[in-house]
């Protein structure tokens, strides 16, 4: 609330008032418009009293004080409003002091303050001891008010704080199950690397059995000639691992990657064959995928070498 912190305020002093007639309270107040204004009440305006409660009654005192409060509220059969303030111990006793105030006096009192243009920062009664209790405090509301601003402020950080954490958190998660994403992947590729080495080690080892089959051959025409058209015939995926020629029958052994079917037809299409099965059942080698065979060849005798 503007204004309830001024520096200073000017002070009021009211000892009676015409509740009936509130302009001579509007032109006392209005050189204060806009400004803050402390209203000191004494006088018969206000009614004084002194309460004496024991002190074991502890927290249960303002309970007390309002219940007596109650009962002469009830006596003058209208609203009041109260001001207390402790005053003194003496022995085992607590005395308070009191001010009573209708409730409607104090209404049109503050309405004569609001409609002058001023501003009350505090509502006072002086008892006869010369002590202040305070009826309406705009400091304090101005407290409250602070206090809820901040507050409010504060929440307001503290939810700002928790949405950044709660982003990068989810971005560590995002970045965590990318990175595992791409661990995968590098596994899986090292895995097909190592196929794939596998496999031209294979290969490499397949071709070198078949050159010192050719060299051991060199000294036989004829078998030479069947062995290079026996390569020729085979397909790009099939290798050669052994071949025993007998007469009119040959038989090999090898490994194919691709289906052994297409090995055997492509060795019975050739015109230099009678006939082309399986020796024994096919073997699958699931480490390196090849299917292991061995065949036998029944060599035509027109074509042989």
């Not at 059995?209 to 995926?237: I, K, S, Y």
């Amino acid at each position: 609330m503007p204004g309830l912190r001024a520096a200073s305020a000017r002070v009021v002093e009211i000892t009676e008032i015409d509740l009936e007639d509130l302009t001579g309270l509007r032109q006392r107040l209005s050189g204060s418009r806009s400004g803050p204004v402390t209203l000191r009440l004494a006088g018969a305006l206000v009614l004084f009293k002194s309460q004496s409660i024991p002190r074991k009654a502890g927290r249960k005192a303002r309970k007390v004080l309002d219940l007596r409060a109650s009962a002469i509220e009830e006596g003058l059969g209208e609203p009041i409003a109260v001001a207390t303030r402790a005053m003194r111990r003496t022995g085992q006793e607590r005395t308070y002091s009191q001010a009573i105030l209708r409730r409607s006096d104090l209404d049109q009192i503050l309405t004569a303050v609001t409609t002058s243009g001023a501003m009350v920062r505090q509502v006072v009664a002086v008892d006869p001891e010369g002590a202040e209790l305070v009826f309406v405090d705009g400091r304090a509301r101005a407290d409250r008010g602070a206090w809820l601003w901040w507050s409010l402020g504060a929440l307001c950080l503290l939810a700002v704080l928790l949405w950044k954490l709660w982003t990068l958190e989810a971005r560590e998660g995002w970045y965590l199950a990318a990175l595992q994403a791409a661990e995968r992947n590098a596994t899986s590729a090292q895995a097909a690397l190592e196929t794939a080495m596998a496999a031209s080690e294979t290969t490499e080892e397949a071709q070198a059995e078949v050159d010192a089959l050719l060299a051991a051959l060199d000294g036989d025409r004829g078998a030479v000639r069947t062995l290079a058209r026996l390569t020729e015939a085979l397909p790009r995926q099939a290798w050669l691992q052994s071949i025993d020629l007998r007469s009119s029958q040959l038989t090999i052994s090898g490994s194919t990657s691709g289906p052994v079917q297409e090995v055997i037809d492509a060795l019975d299409r050739v015109d230099w064959t009678a006939s082309v099965g399986l020796d024994r059942p096919v073997v699958l080698d699931r480490v390196r995928q090849q299917s292991n065979f061995d065949l036998t060849l029944d060599l035509a005798r027109k074509s042989l070498p």
